[in-house]
């Protein structure tokens, strides 16, 4: 758990280079339980690295990533087992497994779990209850007994969703969530992300081509109701504007970091083609 003080993820000055060519220079941030940032840039910028940083699935060259109050920077091979197990992961290509059924598929991370804390077995029963309640979050409980080449596109995503936040982990990191599918399974994909934030209060990292996945974030909210709905104005959207914030990569590097507002105002060419131009 982190310690009083501590952000849920921080870093500080991290750097990875291939070659010439930096993924990661001098990235710096910290994440707060129910914040968001949501990630833009170019194609090679670095986005999935950050990620991949976060949870020591990519080793990096130097700075330092604290993660629930630990360094996943120092940390062995060993160790990052069972810190990874602790945040939630949707990969950028959905990455189900073929041959296990849905319902299977959302109970790894569970399983993968309690293999690496050593704590007692799951029963068989809790398991299946805590999959059946993530698939329900998602809105596909029918499907437990399904393969994922059996559903569409959309709903493999959505299982995606399911499986990332089984454990309900504190931080969940989002590769993404939305490329390939039509805008409307985009945006239902980004109300489930948003009521994972409001109903457990977890933060999330999301990573998207598309500005409006953000603008989802930043100015809605899951309420009572269980509905998405618009921020109010005033003291709540301001509130709101601190807790989502835009990042843009260019190579390697945060070359904007802020609120909606500000990247609207922002007048570099790079960061400008990143937010959506009001018609
Ligand atoms: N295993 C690797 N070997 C060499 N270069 C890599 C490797 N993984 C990533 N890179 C490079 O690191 C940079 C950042 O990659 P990535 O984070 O995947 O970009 P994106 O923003 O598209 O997600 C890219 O230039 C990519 O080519
Ligand atoms: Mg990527």
Known sequence: MPENNSPLLEFKD?????????????????LNPGETRIILG??????????KAVIGLIPVDSGEICLFGETVTSMQ???????????GFLFQEGGLFDSLTIGENVEYPLLNRQAEDGKDKIS???????????????????????????VSGGMRRRVGIARAIVTEPPLVLYDSPTAGLDPIT?????????KERDTKNSASLIVTHRYQDGE???NFRYGEGEELHPVQDGHESKEWEERTKFIVMKD??????????????????????FVRKET
Request: hydrophobic share 40%; charged share 30%.
């Open 14 to 30: 991290v750097c990875l280079q291939f070659g010439e060519k930096w993924a990661l220079r001098n990235v710096s941030l910290t």
């Open 42 to 51: 170019a194609a090679g910028s670095g986005k999935t690295m950050l990620l």
């Open 77 to 87: 091979e060993q160790q990052l087992y069972g810190l990874r197990s602790r945040a």
């Open 124 to 150: 068989e029963e809790d398991a299946e209850k805590r999959v059946r309640e993530a698939l329900r979050f998602v809105e596909l409980e029918q499907t437990f007994h399904q393969f994922p080449s059996e």
């Open 186 to 194: 985009a945006n239902t994909i980004m109300a489930l992300i948003a």
């Open 216 to 218: 989802i974030m930043a």
């Open 252 to 273: 390697g590097e945060i070359v904007f970091l802020g609120t909606r507002d500000e990247l609207e105002a922002s007048e570099d060419n790079y960061v400008r083609r």
